[in-house]
């Protein structure tokens, strides 16, 4: 079955950096795009970055110019390279694929505070 495995948040200050990492399985990764999602408490989930099976990338204005989303075929594995980091990047980071409607991973915890 299509599983996703978010890691790589943690707690950063105000201008740092992270990368997160998201490897699937159940599907043949190197053909579909794929989404980083980001909820924020009380807010509902949110389109983060896009990156298409050919390396075609969308972002979402609030994080245009300071994420940079990539993706491994050979290791299945889509990132996200966050720098600048605001405490409004606060969230739960989850990937996802396109044209897919079933269960999401756990995601992984981004907090951004000083």
């Known amino acids: 079955q299509v599983q996703f495995v978010e890691s790589g948040g943690g707690l950063v200050q105000p201008g740092g950096s992270l990368r997160l990492s998201c490897t699937a399985s159940?599907?043949?990764?190197?053909?579909?795009?794929m989404n980083w999602y980001r909820q924020a408490p009380g807010k509902e989930r949110e389109l983060a970055a896009f990156?298409?099976?050919?390396?075609?990338?969308h972002y979402a204005d609030s994080v245009k110019g300071r994420f940079t989303i990539s993706r491994d075929n050979v290791k299945s594995t889509v990132y996200l390279q966050m720098n600048n980091l605001k405490p409004e990047d606060t969230a739960v980071y989850y990937c996802?694929?396109?044209?897919?409607?079933?269960?999401w991973g756990q995601g992984t915890q981004v907090t951004v505070a000083s």
């Open positions: 990156i298409s099976s050919v390396g075609t990338t």
């Open positions: 159940g599907f043949t990764f190197s053909t579909y795009g």
């Open positions: 996802y694929r396109a044209y897919y409607s079933g269960n």
